[in-house]
């Protein structure tokens, strides 16, 4: 079974008026949305990309939903660390938290742009070139490497956004402070960019980087590229709720990057084994197909994704909680010995003390 083409182009429109209205709904009044608000919005995304891969049973069947629930999730994965990097830039650029919400959308819009692009390359490429899947699996591994030790990624990418920045600085003029979420404002009776073009040109970098490491983990799963493509919209819609809605829980997914990296090790595995089962270079195996290579099914990909993610989440959250009941247990114990000895649990000075009574 396959796709109608009617479904592939009506999927595609509604997608885009949905985005549309959230756009138009973040500029007609920009806000700090609630924690109930975004809970019922990422709700929201997230029971529409169900009900879609329900629509993709019925019309196509078991493996192509199969498909884009694996890598929905893949990508849904990555994105929540891509709000690590927006995290670090809206706290480095001390952007007003009133219009954060119009610089997410804004990088998921560059970041569906980009990710377009990478697509539509990806796809002509493994339709003339099988052995891609070579590369793609060995890139793959190799991201999993540095998504495995902390300290890689995020800092590579701080690093990389500020020698942008930078160069940005040096080629025009920035004011010192923002307008609103304006890009140009005047200062002194001249036309200036306000800092919030750094912050797009940040996010889209960003934004870049991301699409390199995220796109060939999602072909690892699917060869269609409008699997690839609605996979991608749905885990980068509804992200700007959950940055809000995360906010600081996500210091607390200390072990997310682990569970990140073995998903992108086993896909890339996966698409060496692809490209065995498919070989045609001449010096491996005499350009015949490796037939003992195993050919993994969707529906182990697909388990595989949901059980790394969730035990880096719970493991995660376990460990934070254990640091608290930890902090917890050294404060108490501290106030016990002061109060033994007599002394205040505060290096503070009484107002007596200070000699103002």
């Known amino acids: 079974m396959e796709l109608p083409l009617w479904f592939e182009i009506g999927s595609l429109v509604v997608l885009t008026l949905i985005l549309l209205a959230d756009l138009l709904l973040i500029l007609k009044r920009p806000h700090i949305p609630s924690t ?14 169900l009900i879609f891969a329900g629509l993709m049973w019925v019309f196509a ?7 884009f629930i694996a890598g929905w999730l893949t990508e849904y994965s990555l994105s929540i660390d891509n709000l690590f990097v927006f ?27 980009l990710r377009g692009a990478f697509i539509l390359v990806g796809a002509t490429i493994i339709e003339n070139f099988s ?11 190799y991201t999993a490497i540095r998504q495995a ?4 990624d995020h800092d590579d990418d701080a690093k990389r956004e500020g020698f942008v920045v930078r160069q940005l600085r ?72 959950l940055y809000f809605l995360l906010g600081d829980l996500l210091d607390r997914l200390r072990y997310l990057h682990y569970g990140i990296a073995f998903i992108l090790a086993f896909i890339g595995v996966k698409l060496v084994f ?50 608290r009941r930890t902090a917890a247990t050294a404060t108490a114990a501290a106030s016990r010995v002061a109060d033994e000895k007599g002394t205040p649990p505060t290096v503070e000075r009484s107002a007596t003390e200070r000699g103002e009574g």
């Open 36 to 49: 109930r608000e975004s809970t019922l919005w990422v709700v929201f995304y997230v029971t529409l990309a």
């Open 87 to 113: 995290v670090l830039i809206m706290s480095q650029f001390s952007v007003p938290r009133r219009y954060q919400q119009e610089v997410l959308m804004v990088g998921i819009i560059i970041a569906l742009v």
């Open 149 to 152: 030790f902390p300290g890689g």
């Open 170 to 241: 040096r080629m025009i003029d920035i004011s010192d402070e923002y307008d609103g979420s304006k890009i140009r404002t005047v200062v002194g009776g001249k036309k200036m960019w306000t800092p919030m073009i750094i912050v797009f040109v940040a996010i889209g970098v960003t934004d870049l980087l991301f699409a390199i490491d995220s796109i060939p983990a999602i072909f690892g799963i699917t060869q269609s590229a409008f699997i690839v493509f609605t996979a991608n919209i749905f885990a980068l819609m509804g992200l700007r709720q």
């Open 274 to 323: 692809h490209a065995m089962h498919v070989n045609e270079l001449p010096f491996i195996n005499g350009g015949e197909h490796i037939e003992w290579a195993p050919e993994i099914s969707t529906m182990a990909s697909l388990v595989v994704i949901v059980v790394a993610m969730a035990v880096a989440t719970i493991a995660s959250l376990l460990a934070s909680a254990r640091d």
């Open 131 to 141: 052995p891609i899947f070579y590369l793609f699996g060995a890139f793959l591994v």
């Open 61 to 67: 069947g078991g493996e192509y939903a199969g498909q």
